[in-house]
C-alpha cells in the first residue's frame, strides 16, 4: 500500500565517478507539505543525490520512487513531468535571454503558432511579483546581481506547479531580508503540500524552516533527525565530532600600517572612503548587500578604477587600475563571484592552487615544480579539500571544494594584505574553522587581513576592528569589545555623511 503523503522515496543509492564514490548508500525520503533539509559536509555528496532527481545523473544502484512507483529519471524533461523542480546551487539560467524568456524557457505561451510575449512578460510579472523581487520581466538575466538570479530561479519553479521543489543551498548568497522573503514563499509552499529539499550550510536555518533533517556523511545517510535537533549535536552527526569554537580567533600583534586607503572615491559608487589595515590585524567590513564593500575592495585591488584618493601598501602609493601592481606589492583579493574570478573550470586543483605563486615564481626566473606540488598537497590537506587528487579538474569539485581551493591559491601565494569577499560562502562549518586557524597563522605571521563578511556573527567573531559601510560610505568603525550585532546593524542602516563618525573613545 502507498501513503498517500509519500511523495517520494530513495533507497540504497549510488554513483560513482572516475576515482571517487560519491553515493554510496542513501535513503530519504520527502512528504507532502514538508521542508527536509539535507545536511552534510562539503563533498558528502547532497548536491550529486538531487541530480538524481533533477535527472542530471542516473544512479549506479538503488530505487527511486515517485508517489510509491519505481521510476527512472533520464533528464531534465522526466524529472519536470513528474512534478520535480530544481534549483541548483550553480545558476542554470541563460545570460543573454530576458528574464521572462528564461522562466518560461521551452514552454513560451503562444498565440496562432506565435510565441505570446505579451502574455509571457505579464505572467513572469505576476510570478515575480510573488517572489517579491523587483525586477523586469523584460531585463536580461546577465544584468541581474546574484539575490535577484536566486529569485528569478525561484519565479521559474513556481511557473512549473512543481510538487517537489529542490534547492541546492538558497540562502548562500541571499542577505538575511532576502532570506526572510525566501523562507516566507517556501512555507506558503508547504502549507500548499508541495514537499521542499533544502540544502543549506546555515544551521540555524534548520529549526527556523526545516521539519526532518537527513545527514549524509562520506555518500552515507548516517542518520534522520528532527529539525529541532540542537546545532551542535547536528554538527557531529554531520563532521563526526563536535567543534569547541566555531570563531577561534587568535590576536596577533599589531604592526605598522600595511594597507592604507585614504579618500577613495568612484563617483557615484563609493564616496571618501578610508582606512588602514595593520600588520597583524583582521578588519571586518560590515554592510548591507549594496553598501559598496565590494567596489571598494575591487578598486583597492586594482580591478577597477577609482576617481579620487589613494591606496598605499607600507606607505608606497599603488598605480590605480593596475591588478599587477597590486599583487606586486602583496594584495591579494579572493573574490565574492569565485566560479567567475577565481578559477580556472578545467585546470587539475594543483594547477588551480599554482596560478598565482606560479606568476611570481616564473617571473623570478625559476619555476620550482615539486615545491610547489608539495605546497599545493600541503594546503589542500589543511583545507581539508575532497578530491580524488591533485589531478581532478576543478569542475568536478563540489561547490564547497572549489571555494576551498581559490582560498587556498591565495593563501599559498605569500601576500601581506588577504582581502578576502565573503569567504565561507557556501563552505561546511568544519571547514569554516579551518580557514579561520589560516587566518589565525597569516596574521601571526604578519599579513593584514581585510575581510568583508554579511555573515555577522563571523565578522564580529574574527574581526579585530570592524568598518561598517552604509551607501558607498564608511558609516563608522567599531572595535571589537564594542561590536555587537546591534552596533553593526544601527550604522549598516544609518546615512552616513562626508564625515566619518570618530570612533568612541578617541
Ligand atoms: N562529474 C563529476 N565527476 C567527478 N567527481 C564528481 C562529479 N560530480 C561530483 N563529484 C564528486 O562527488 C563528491 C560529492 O560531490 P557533491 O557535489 O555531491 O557534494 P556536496 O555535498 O554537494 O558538497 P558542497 O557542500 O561542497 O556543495 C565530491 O567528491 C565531488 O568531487
Ligand atoms: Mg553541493
Not at 534547492?167 to 531580508?177: I, K, N, R
Not at 599583487?327 to 592552487?353: C, F, H, T, Y
Not at 569577499?421 to 589565525?440: F, S
Amino acid at each position: 500500500m502507498s501513503d498517500p503523503d509519500e511523495l517520494l522515496r530513495i533507497e540504497g543509492i549510488r554513483k560513482t565517478f572516475p576515482g571517487v564514490v560519491a553515493l554510496d548508500g542513501v535513503d530519504f525520503d520527502l512528504r507532502r507539505g514538508e521542508v527536509h533539509v539535507l545536511l552534510g559536509e562539503n563533498g558528502a555528496g547532497k548536491s550529486t543525490l538531487i541530480k538524481m532527481l533533477s535527472g542530471a545523473h542516473t544512479p549506479d544502484a538503488g530505487r527511486i520512487l515517485v508517489g510509491g512507483e519505481e521510476t527512472r529519471i533520464h533528464g531534465a524533461q522526466d524529472s519536470e513531468r513528474l512534478g520535480i523542480a530544481t534549483i541548483y546551487q550553480e545558476f542554470n539560467l541563460v545570460p543573454d535571454l530576458t528574464v521572462a524568456e528564461n522562466i518560461f524557457l521551452g514552454r513560451q505561451p503562444r498565440r496562432f503558432g506565435m510565441i505570446d510575449r505579451k502574455r509571457m512578460e505579464t505572467d513572469a510579472e505576476v510570478l515575480l511579483k510573488r517572489v517579491g523581487v523587483d525586477v523586469s520581466p523584460r531585463a536580461r538575466v546577465r544584468e541581474l546581481g546574484i539575490a535577484r538570479l536566486q529569485m528569478v530561479e525561484i519565479a521559474k519553479a513556481l511557473s512549473l506547479h512543481a510538487r517537489v521543489l529542490i534547492m541546492d543551498e538558497p540562502t548562500a548568497v541571499l542577505t538575511s531580508e532576502e532570506v526572510d522573503k525566501l523562507f516566507a514563499i517556501v512555507r506558503s509552499l508547504r502549507e500548499d503540500g508541495v514537499g521542499i529539499v533544502f540544502i543549506t550550510h546555515h544551521l540555524e536555518e534548520i529549526a527556523a524552516l526545516g521539519d526532518r533533517v537527513t545527514v549524509i556523511r562520506d555518500g552515507r545517510s548516517v542518520g534522520q533527525v528532527p529539525a529541532t535537533t540542537p546545532e551542535d549535536e547536528l554538527v557531529r552527526l554531520m563532521v563526526g565530532r563536535s567543534i569547541e569554537q566555531q570563531y577561534p580567533r587568535e590576536r596577533a600583534d599589531k604592526g605598522a600600517a600595511l594597507l592604507t586607503v585614504e579618500g577613495l572615491t568612484r563617483d557615484g559608487v563609493f564616496h571618501d572612503v578610508g582606512f588602514e589595515v595593520h600588520a597583524g590585524e583582521v578588519v571586518g567590513i560590515a554592510g548591507l548587500v549594496g553598501a559598496g564593500r565590494t567596489e571598494v575592495v575591487r578598486a583597492v585591488f586594482g580591478a577597477d578604477p577609482y576617481d579620487k584618493g589613494a591606496v598605499k601598501v607600507a606607505g608606497t602609493a599603488l598605480k590605480r587600475h593596475d591588478v599587477n601592481a597590486a599583487m606586486a606589492a602583496g594584495i591579494g583579493l579572493i573574490p565574492e563571484d569565485r566560479k567567475g574570478q577565481g578559477l580556472v573550470l578545467d585546470a587539475s586543483v594543483e594547477e588551480n592552487l599554482g596560478l598565482v605563486t606560479l606568476r611570481g615564481a616564473t617571473r623570478a626566473g625559476l619555476v620550482d615544480l615539486k615545491g610547489q606540488r608539495e605546497a599545493a598537497a600541503r594546503i589542500a590537506g589543511q583545507l581539508g579539500v575532497r578530491m580524488a587528487g591533485l589531478g581532478q579538474h576543478v569542475r568536478t569539485l563540489s561547490g564547497g571544494n572549489q571555494q576551498k581551493v581559490v582560498i587556498g591559491k591565495w593563501l599559498l601565494a605569500d601576500t601581506r594584505v588577504l582581502i578576502l569577499d565573503e569567504p565561507t560562502r557556501g563552505i561546511d562549518v568544519g571547514a569554516k574553522v579551518e580557514i579561520y586557524q589560516l587566518i589565525n597563522e597569516l596574521t601571526a605571521a604578519g599579513a593584514a587581513v581585510l575581510m568583508i563578511s554579511s555573515d555577522l556573527p563571523e565578522v564580529l567573531g574574527m574581526s579585530d576592528r570592524v568598518l561598517v559601510m552604509a551607501q558607498g560610505r564608511i558609516a563608522g568603525e567599531l572595535a571589537a569589545d564594542e561590536a555587537t550585532q546591534d552596533a553593526v546593524m544601527a550604522l549598516a542602516v544609518s546615512t552616513p555623511t562626508t564625515e566619518v563618525e570618530a570612533p568612541r573613545g578617541r
